[in-house]
């Protein structure tokens, strides 16, 4: 069983900052690609960041300048650092790490986290 914990979320206000973990545990073979998706009220899920295996990231325009991401794969844990926030930067975070398990080690699978509530405000 692969399971994704997320920590780090919270409330603060325009122009906080917070740094988002996601640590997975089980039965694991490999991790390949690792990302963050926020989900904002009445929106879809939207990537905001990723990284590969060989850490190269993608941002969303939207946090590009604002945000990095960051991985220790020994630790099998992906980071979110978000600078300067903003009221739409408001939502529910989810990380996402692609991985073969000792269960499914011929095909690559995505696992989620279970989401971590991010509130900007004055």
């Known amino acids: 069983q692969v399971q994704l914990v997320e920590s780090g979320g919270g409330s603060v206000q325009p122009g906080g900052s917070l740094r988002l973990s996601c640590a997975a545990s089980g039965a694991i073979v490999t991790i390949n690609d690792m990302g963050w998706y926020r989900q904002a009220p009445g929106q879809q899920r939207e990537l905001v960041a990723s990284i590969t295996n060989s850490g190269i990231t993608n941002y969303a325009d939207s946090v590009k300048g604002r945000t990095t991401i960051s991985r220790d794969n020994a630790k099998k844990t992906v980071y979110l650092q978000m600078n300067s926030l903003k009221p739409e930067d408001t939502g529910v975070y989810y990380c996402?790490?692609?991985?073969?398990?000792?269960?499914?080690?011929?095909?690559?699978?995505?696992?989620w986290g279970q989401g971590t509530q991010v509130t900007v405000s004055s």
């Open positions: 996402n790490q692609r991985m073969r398990t000792t269960r499914d080690a011929w095909r690559w699978r995505d696992y």
